[in-house]
């Protein structure tokens, strides 16, 4: 069987493809282990070096044939994760709305044309999540997005489920904590600094924080997603049962304890590299994001999170070779 | 300012716009009240005769031109109602996902290109609620559908609130009860039957009941509907706050509590014309519609319910000029 994942150049999508092609199997349809005999990305870019294992597609997920080129008759696992980010889709209402929502609708009726219905695990966010919210969020909690991302996740949630009731895919989502630490560049997310706080620093850069150190973010790290990706796929469709959307585990850090931790690692030298400048358009929308949940229904299934951030940030300087 | 109302030649719809062209005045943009100059109701079809006050426009909301036609750039309220209802989107997929998800977002669109954001109050359902559910629903229920349409009617529930929050539009969402007793003929909404056990026996028919007696119906008279309506658009927007959409309030009424009434008030050889018929692919869909409600916030708003099952049947008998 063969495997997409749109947004395959990215950083998420590409360590996603790395970790099922290194599986080689994955249990899907009928609960059965399947070997992998293809993994196609799909993104508009990708790293400069990419494995030979994979199959790349570069490309709007909306141009006219591209869809089919990425979508084999034996394909029977879909990752999609392709998205513009949450401060690109608030500066550019018209490309969220047609990447986040139009791509995943598009994405969705491509698979329904295929022989079998294929698993499909949908990258939502906890930028559902939005208003007038309770200090702990649990699965009872309504998303009520603030961001047009959000919205566009919550769109894309609903229509996964709908899918899959109606036996056009097996769909499952996600609502992914913020990714923390990503490695390269910042990027258009309003949660980018989340990362940057920790990676610049480390690398030798300034980094400037936009938000106060009190800010708090729900937090899940590259390697722990990956595994959700994985084990979101493999889990029984009645394991799911008539909920098609799960939010992740994970730990709520302030920026004051990331700052710390990252002093405690690496010295006052690296951590005084951080330096906060208020900025008010990320500010607006890191706000409405919520910072505590209990996950019961995850823990449940078996997702898990990370057991700490210090963990996360050893994690991230053994991944990326860096000396502290 | 001139008023919009898509499905204006429906029942609910064309009623509306009744109400609106007797009481003369809409309040809205800024809290004042605004003489309404002009009703155009857009729908592809229209009673035999209609009112000389409104301007019909007959069409498929999204066949080129036909919004551009319906909103005139002096338009300051849009009542958007027009939908495939649920047996008709759970029948055909495409033509639901066409009408009432592309629909809704076309009028958004063409919305946002007025010169001012109108007041936009869109026609949601209980059909939003389903898979497990308590036995009371209440205002932090998570909506989860279980058909195409309540999936359908969630996504324009998002759409309006984020058009909403992007000041594209003032949107206000309704989450409708099933409304009985309405007029005319059974349509394909699986709650026709609702209607149809009332109406048909009085107007001399057999109606063939397709659910069980102890089937609850979560409901609310057209009267009460179309003051809802109403009063969505001229509510302050601060007191929707971030959340903009509510569970209108109804009453939980079983079909046995609903014969028997209509038998007390037209007497047993009526009752008698009510005959069970299972069918399961209606049962299927109404199983997964919620019976009981609180609904604290509507009612905080200022939103009523009927008193009871008795006055929605006298009212029916009233409106229709029905001897009993």
Redesign the interface.
Known sequence: MKVLITGGGGFLGYRLAQAIATRGHLIGHAGVEHAVTGITLLDTTFPPEVDARFTCITGDLLAPGTLERALGGDTASVFHLAAVVSGGAEAD?DLGMRVNLDGTRALLEACRRLARPPRFVFASSVAAF???LPAVLDD???????T?YG?QK??GE??T??YG??GFVDGRGLRLPTIVVRPGKPNLAASSFASGIIREPLNGERSLCPVPDSTGVWMLSPRKVVEAFVHAHELDSQAW???RVVNLPGIGVTVREMVDTLGRIAGKSVVDRVEFVADERIQRIVRTWPVNFRTDRALRLGFQADAGFEGIVRDFIDDQGIKV
Chains 1, 2 share one sequence.
Request: proline fraction near 8%; glycine fraction near 12%; avoid cysteine.
């Open positions: 209402f939005g208003g007038a009872s909690t309504t998303p009520n997005p603030q047009s919205m919550v769109v609903y229509l489920a709908e009731r109606r049962g008539v909920n």
